[in-house]
């Protein structure tokens, strides 16, 4: 469920990011999240401590980050190509972080290492997303057009797949008793964060129309997937259900070629095929 989530949510933010900035996007799609998981978390109850509120807000400062960065990197970028090199970074970290914490991998999920090193070298060769046809009149003039993998979209990519590695890391961290309100305070930190930045950069403007939409959904569905990586995060080792979360690009590249008519070099198709299949070894192994 979070990979379907997060993998839906990328998609449509991606395409909410390349109508309006992308730190408009998320202006509408955090408050949205926030507004709904006080309401998912009241009736769980909980109790609270100071780890739970300090972990919840450190994962929200990372989440704000990545999800801030990633749209960015989709709005400038081929979706197909930046949505599996950002699971590649998501996965990676927490099993980094889970051997450093005791936990032992089989030597399957090691060989998916391996492989996850080699997709990152296939997927950042430059991109060739020329569309394999116009879109009807019903498709926006912006979606048609190439998106390049640059060195800039590189950096937010690599940028945003830290970040969101490390949110499930801190995530990890909070104490089990406190339910869901630890999201809560995640959400509220990036809130925050956004507002902030919104408000310094000129971007503190409500968009209406189709973003605004797009944002909205987006909100729900990273809502969703929020709450099961926090239930799955607590039911599993983290090497293991960090990488499982990663799968989500299938969604989103599945999409990108669908709907967009996205199109990829051989060389980056085979990338993102390796990227999914080490991401699968990892979690099998």
Known sequence: ??????????????????????????????????LLLIVV???FGGELSTAAVVWGLLSGIAQAFGVWWFYAALGSGPISVVSPLTAILVAGIPV???????????????????????????????????????????????DARPHKFTA???????GSGVA??????LLDQVPHEAELWPLVFGRLAAVSIVLLAAAVTANLVLERGVP???????????????????????????????VLI??????????????????????????????????GMIAGG
């Open 164 to 169: 969101f590695g490390m949110n499930f890391v």
């Open 96 to 142: 980094a972080a889970g051997l450093a914490l005791g936990e032992r991998p089989g030597p399957v999920a090691l060989v998916g290492v391996v492989l996850a090193l080699a997709a990152v070298v296939l997927v950042s060769r430059e991109a060739t997303d020329e569309p394999l046809a116009r879109r009807e009149s019903s498709t926006d003039e912006d």
């Open 212 to 242: 605004l939409r797009l944002a909205v959904l987006a909100g729900v569905l990273d809502t969703v997937a929020n709450v099961a990586t926090l239930l799955a995060l607590q039911s599993s080792m983290l090497s293991l259900a960090g």
């Open 1 to 34: 469920m979070a990979a379907l989530g997060y993998g839906i949510s990328d998609f449509v933010g991606g395409i909410a990011s390349r109508r309006i900035a992308a730190l408009r996007v998320v202006l509408v799609s955090y408050p949205v999240a926030l």
């Open 246 to 279: 990663a799968l989500y690009p299938a969604a989103t590249v599945l999409l990108a070629i669908v709907v967009l008519r996205e199109r990829v070099t051989r060389w980056q198709a085979a990338g993102i095929v390796l990227a999914l299949a080490s991401v």
């Open 152 to 158: 800039r979209v590189a950096w937010l990519t690599v």
């Open 41 to 43: 978390a009241m009736p």
